[in-house]
């Protein structure tokens, strides 16, 4: 069974950074894509960034240059790297992965950007 736990989210003023985790357990984040998607109250859910198993990324055109996504595969976690945070970032932050034809997500983390 796949388990995902993210971490990390917090309040914090525009312009500062956050990193947040995402611990997972069932599968190697090396081994399948993950993701990194965000969800604001009476928003759809949207992809941020991804990282494949050959290390390839994708990130939104609303993070590029700005957000980076990373994995440590003795940890099985993967990271995302938030500088330059705006206010328009501040949303529920979710882990992702599709194992076995199954999405699997995290509880969410929040992350607040506010002066």
């Known amino acids: 069974q796949v388990q995902i736990v993210e971490s990390g989210g917090g309040l914090v003023q525009p312009g500062e950074s956050l990193r947040l985790s995402c611990e997972v357990r069932?599968?190697?984040?090396?081994?399948?894509?993950m993701g990194w998607f965000r969800q604001s109250r009476g928003q759809e859910r949207e992809l941020v960034a991804r990282?494949?198993?050959?290390?390839?990324?994708f990130y939104a055109d609303s993070v590029e240059g700005r957000f980076t996504i990373s994995r440590d595969r003795s940890k099985n976690t993967v990271y995302l790297q938030m500088n330059s945070l705006t206010v328009p970032d501040s949303s529920v932050y979710y882990c992702?992965?599709?194992?076995?034809?199954?999405?699997?997500w995290g509880q969410g983390t929040q992350v607040a950007v506010s002066s």
């Open positions: 990282i494949m198993p050959d290390g390839g990324t």
């Open positions: 069932g599968v190697y984040v090396t081994a399948y894509a």
């Open positions: 992702n992965t599709f194992y076995s034809g199954i999405n699997y």
